[in-house]
């Protein structure tokens, strides 16, 4: 069956330009995760979403990072005026019990 | 100091060999724990969870010790195909929510 998809694969920004990522989970699952991955270092939690509710935005870096899942499934991570620092793999899981499936990640590049 | 603290390496061994890496989470209320498999540009796999009374997956063993908080995971006989990043993985202690908590990663080069 399909997995998590996450679009675009790949985003090259200038800085100050707002983007948005895109993420599918797998149908049926509750629970989404975005993670963000600097280079070299292991994915940090940003925020979690079960069914369309936000439960937990805690990791999300600046307010300059919003995330939404209106209808409880595809979720969107949108970052605004976009800074150097943010340049990462943004990562979306999804779960029905307790294994994290990740989608293949988007590579952000702010210029 | 980091949640989760890993020896990044990178580990070379030859096929064949023996791999051990260990692990430290300074959060005693968490609660579950994993060990994660990233290839290279790839998202992280899950590869097994950790039980405290130790549990075997084939070549992979992997134990963890409450008490001193520490999570092991032992590779026997190598293959190429185990080069890769090992991420610990605990999941929060502080919330019902199960974000994880990865550590840094461990980079296996197993060479011929």
């Known amino acids: 069956g399909a997995g998590v998809s996450q679009s675009p694969r790949y985003k090259v920004a200038k800085r100050g330009q707002d983007v948005a990522l895109r993420c599918d989970p797998i149908?049926?699952?509750?629970?989404l995760f975005w993670y963000q991955q600097a280079l070299g270092q292991g994915p940090e939690f940003l925020t979690y979403f079960q069914n369309e509710a936000q439960l937990d935005k805690s990791g999300l870096p600046s307010d300059r990072f919003f995330a939404e899942r209106p209808e409880g499934s595809v979720s969107t991570l949108k970052i605004q005026r976009t800074q150097q620092e943010d340049s990462a793999v943004y990562l979306c899981a999804s779960t029905q019990t307790h294994e994290q499936y990740f989608g293949p990640g988007t590579r952000l590049t702010v210029t | 100091r980091k949640e989760v603290e890993q020896d990044p390496g990178p580990f070379n061994v030859p096929e064949g060999a023996t791999v051990a890496f260990n692990c430290t989470y300074s959060n005693s209320a968490s609660q579950s724990f994993f060990w994660y498999r990233q290839d290279c540009r790839k998202e992280p796999k899950l590869l097994m969870s950790?039980?405290?009374s130790g549990n075997e997956d084939g070549r992979f063993t992997a134990q963890l010790n409450r008490a001193s908080q520490y999570i092991s995971l032992l590779i026997r006989d190598s293959k190429l195909s185990d080069s890769a990043t090992y991420l610990c993985v605990v999941n929060s202690g502080s919330s019902n929510t199960g974000k994880l908590i990865f550590g840094q990663g461990t980079t296996l080069q197993v060479k011929p």
């Open positions: 950790v039980y405290s």
């Open positions: 149908s049926g699952h509750v629970s």
